[in-house]
């Protein structure tokens, strides 16, 4: 399955933004998807999961009650809405599907978006 992530841009603190991945390409549907960022000069960590049919998630401690995570796939779209951003939140924000290791290890990935949050 081939991703690409949209949505990026500037924020003030307190904004909120919304990020986009399609889907396209593959046979399977029933896949989990996840959100994951990349701060500079820091490793790449898990942000959320969501399960094949939406009914399950699973959110980092430092994302949770700002962030949801959701899926459309009648439309092969992952979103993340975020709210109450922080200039911490500042990161590129990559998709992934297909879960290797429920809820952080997939096996497909998509480009990066970049969030910058001002303060």
């Known amino acids: 399955v081939q991703l690409q992530a949209s949505g990026g841009g500037l924020v003030q603190a307190g904004g909120s933004l919304r990020l986009s991945c399609a889907a396209s390409?593959?046979?399977?549907?029933?896949?989990?998807m996840g959100w994951f960022r990349q701060a500079p000069g820091k490793e790449r960590e898990f942000v959320a999961a969501?399960?094949?049919?939406?009914?399950?998630?699973y959110y980092a401690d430092s994302v949770k009650g700002r962030f949801t995570i959701s899926r459309d796939n009648a439309k092969r779209t992952l979103y993340l809405q975020m709210s109450s951003l922080k200039p911490e939140d500042t990161a590129v924000y990559y998709c992934?599907?297909?879960?290797?290791?429920?809820?952080?290890?997939?096996?497909?990935w998509g480009q990066g978006t970049l969030v910058t949050v001002s303060s």
């Open positions: 969501i399960n094949w049919n939406g009914g399950n998630t």
């Open positions: 390409g593959g046979t399977r549907r029933n896949y989990a």
């Open positions: 992934a599907a297909d879960a290797t290791n429920w809820p952080t290890d997939f096996g497909s």
